[in-house]
């Protein structure tokens, strides 16, 4: 059985301690060997929410495994514990719809080539450079990170739209590893300040929206009192009212940047779907990615379900 995963590297990437301590403010990747880092509290809550119940762990992990390697022997996927978690997690430990979840993780990214092929952070620095996007260095009280998302900074002549839903999705991918965030899930703050109409007659922007509608976001207009009702000013950088600093463009960048081996390892490999047969109630076929309309954009809505 191994011989069939001869081509990818299972385990957890490589964790660079170098890398980890010039961002303190975030958690570094799970290490290769599985070691639970939830407070007691976020034990109870995924126990009460999601299903989760440490005792079992590793066992519905191992069982979510055997399916894999039983039913999809061809899958070229990571098979360590914490990357499994994530699926489990996010169908509340149903093995079924885990595993369906991580079919449409790999089917999606098959569909939708414009965004996945080749997806490491350089190919998106000048996104980042721009400050399209930038994730804020304190969790809310819920203890969700906070995506802040500037369509404004983006022209159209500038590159592509596509090249934002890549920056958007490395950043949920990264956001995603530390088990807090599986429990506590994510807030996304849009800020449409300085949208105008070339932007809005490209459906880039609407796509951007479509991106981020299955997780809670904060929709940033000119009345800053909405915005702190739903989050505080203590974690809020001064443009918005907060009283956290001057917001930072440039730590996520580099956050993610010193991430690109990382992100080869994870996403620069071989097809993993090559050779494997996919149920007949996927919903992914070659032809969506070309579309405008809702149904188009649901491979990618699947790949970012299970951040929540």
């Not at 495994?65 to 070229?76: G, T, W």
């Not at 092929?117 to 990170?145: A, C, E, I, M």
């Not at 998302?149 to 022209?155: E, M």
Request: aromatic share 10%.
């Amino acid at each position: 059985m191994a011989d069939q995963h001869e081509s990818i590297d299972l385990r957890s990437p490589p964790v660079d301690p170098s890398a980890a301590a010039g961002h303190s403010w975030f958690p570094g990747p799970p290490p290769p060997m599985y070691s639970c880092t939830l407070t007691p509290e976020l034990v109870a809550k995924a126990r009460e929410e999601l299903q989760e119940k440490p005792e079992w762990r590793l066992r519905d992990v191992q069982a979510l495994r055997d399916m894999i390697l039983k039913e999809q022997p061809n899958l070229r996927t990571r098979l360590d514990d914490a990357f499994l978690l994530r699926f489990l997690r996010a169908r509340k430990f149903d093995y079924d719809r885990a595993l369906q979840l991580l079919l449409n993780y790999h089917a999606g990214r098959k569909a939708w080539p414009e965004v996945f092929q080749d997806l490491k952070p350089s190919t998106v620095k000048h996104v980042l450079d721009l400050g399209f996007l930038t994730v804020l260095p304190q969790p809310d009280p819920n203890g969700r990170y906070i995506l802040c998302l500037r369509p404004g900074k983006w022209k159209p002549n500038d590159y592509p739209f596509v090249d934002n839903v890549r920056a958007i999705y490395l950043t949920l991918e990264k956001l995603i590893q530390p088990e807090e965030t599986q429990v506590n899930g994510i807030v996304i703050l849009a800020d449409y300040t300085g949208v105008g109409m070339s932007q809005a007659s490209n459906p880039g922007p609407f796509l951007a929206k479509k991106v981020v509608s299955i997780l809670q976001y904060i929709l940033h207009g000119s009345d800053l009192r909405s915005l702190h009702r739903n989050i505080p000013r203590s974690v809020l950088p001064e443009e918005y009212g907060g009283t956290a600093g001057q917001l930072d463009m440039c730590a996520w960048s580099r956050l993610l940047l010193d991430c690109e081996e990382e992100f080869i390892v994870e996403f620069c490999q071989p097809d993993p779907l090559e050779g494997v047969v996919l149920p007949d109630s996927m919903l992914f076929d070659g032809e969506q990615g070309s579309g405008q309309d809702d149904d188009s954009f649901r491979g990618l809505r699947s790949q970012l379900y299970y951040c929540y």
